[in-house]
């Protein structure tokens, strides 16, 4: 199993720009999850999602929309990339959320916006 | 809001020693609790994780205790070694129902040889 994958891995952005991540699990998880993470900060949810077709904001989500309509596809779309929205994306996925569930990570992607 | 923290942001030690990298949380309604190493450039990777009914757990080379008292977490690395240089993060679980995890801003562990 590949586990959780990211594209791109880098991307730079001009103010105003959008753009979609790309994130994969072939595990057969059921939830998925966005992060963002700051330098020097840890992994804050942007959004969740708990099935295809159900999705839930998470901590920081403004700026951002998700998808889920297939179990193994996670995309997450920036339609007006601003500088704060600079950072380490990370998406993940696990089993169930319900009870005690540990997530599984992709590499990441990063993303510069000026 | 209730947060996850770190008391270091910073370890370094020799080779060879063993190390102790703390976490305190608030909540006191957290009931699953995970460590995770991340690497330059990479993901978090899934060290080892401890429910709320046990005090120790124990993985290969990591031992992890839980204080729930002082709500207080550590993650005990014995013989640590270079490859263990990276940064930790503690993550609780909410219990929400959904696996929701808040992670502490992370501790980074410097091993010189």
């Known amino acids: 199993n590949a586990g959780v994958t990211q594209t791109p891995k880098f991307r730079i952005l001009k103010i105003g720009q959008s753009m979609t991540l790309q994130c994969t699990q072939d595990?057969?998880?059921?939830?998925m999850y966005w992060y963002r993470q700051d330098p020097g900060m840890g992994l804050k949810l942007i959004y969740y999602s708990v099935g295809a077709g159900i999705t839930d904001k998470g901590e920081v989500p403004n700026g951002y929309n998700v998808s889920r309509s297939t179990t193994e596809d996670f995309p997450l779309r920036l339609e007006l990339a601003a500088p704060s929205q600079t950072s380490v994306y990370f998406c993940a996925s696990s089993w169930s959320g319900v009870g005690q569930e540990t997530q599984y990570f992709g590499p990441g992607t990063r993303l510069l916006v000026l | 809001g209730e947060s996850v923290g770190l008391h270091l942001p910073t370890l370094s030690v020799q080779e060879g020693d063993n190390s102790i990298i703390n976490c305190a949380y608030s909540n006191s309604a957290s009931d699953y609790f995970i460590w995770y190493k991340q690497e330059s450039g990479k993901g978090p990777q899934f060290i080892i994780d401890i429910r709320s009914n046990m005090d120790k757990r124990q993985g290969q080379r990591v031992t992890v205790l839980l204080n729930k008292t002082v709500k207080h977490l550590s993650l005990q690395i014995a013989a640590t070694q270079p490859g263990d240089s990276a940064v930790y993060f503690c993550a609780e679980n909410m219990s929400s129902g959904y696996s929701t995890l808040t992670f502490g801003k992370g501790t980074m562990l410097l091993v010189s040889p």
């Open positions: 595990m057969n998880h059921n939830y």
